[in-house]
């Protein structure tokens, strides 16, 4: 499968605990983005790499959501002290290029916080 | 934030007549891509239209960009069921040397066999 996997698929945390999740974007693709997306809405920017480097972080992204992308190729988005409020699906899509090409989303992790 | 608006919000047809969706935005753009997502699943990429491009055909979708009125019009024609999905509207903005999409609230296009 050459598309983009996110892992898990489904997570359901108890409010206050920590979840990461996961994405390994196409290999081939230097630019990786977050997106979260709640119900009835498009998808929200939270932040995207070029290569390792993390070019852009949203507002929506608090001091308790960090993401990483290693040596430039799988990313990590982390969040810490989870809320309620942070039940969404969230989207990992990648990239090849600017302008040129769409973007390649995954299937994403629907996280759930009770 | 979001730029793009999608119009209608949900629309109803049956097997076989076009669907037509608008989107308008607000700034100035690099270009703008239409996006389907199945229900509870990530979003797949259609079709992409330059802001120097004003129509672009895929298959059965035919897009229009009209960038002195700032909206953009995805036509999908003799609709079957299983293009009943979402459909999302995603603006690129050229942010600090980089280019972000910035997506709609969608139209949801339910097909009736």
């Known amino acids: 499968d050459t598309g983009v996997s996110q892992d898990p698929r489904h997570k359901i945390t108890k409010r206050g605990q920590n979840v990461t999740f996961r994405c390994d974007p196409i290999s081939e693709h230097n630019r990786l983005y977050w997106y979260r997306q709640t119900l009835g809405q498009g998808p929200e920017f939270l932040t995207y790499?070029?290569?390792?480097?993390?070019?852009?972080k949203s507002r929506l992204l608090s001091d308790r959501f960090s993401a990483e992308r290693p040596k430039g190729s799988f990313s990590t988005l982390e969040i810490q002290r989870t809320e309620q409020g942070d039940s969404a699906m969230y989207l990992c899509?990648?990239?090849?290029?600017?302008?040129?090409?769409?973007?390649?989303f995954g299937s994403g992790t629907r996280l759930t916080v009770v | 934030s979001q730029q793009g608006e999608e119009d209608p919000q949900a629309l109803s047809i049956q097997e076989g007549e076009n669907a037509t969706m608008n989107c308008s935005y607000k700034?100035?753009?690099?270009?703008l891509q239409w996006y389907r997502q199945n229900s509870g699943r990530g979003l797949v990429h259609l079709i992409l239209?330059?802001?120097?491009?004003r129509e672009k055909h895929s298959g059965r979708l035919r897009v229009t960009l009209d960038t002195s009125k700032k909206s953009s019009s995805l036509l999908i024609t003799a609709s079957r069921a299983a293009d009943t999905a979402s459909y999302f509207c995603a603006t690129a903005l050229l942010q600090g040397g980089s280019e972000k999409l910035v997506f709609g609230k969608g139209t949801k296009l339910t097909v009736n066999p």
């Open positions: 239209i330059r802001s120097n491009e």
């Open positions: 700034t100035s753009i690099n270009n």
């Open positions: 790499f070029q290569n390792e480097a993390q070019l852009e």
């Open positions: 899509a990648s990239s090849r290029g600017e302008g040129v090409f769409g973007y390649t």
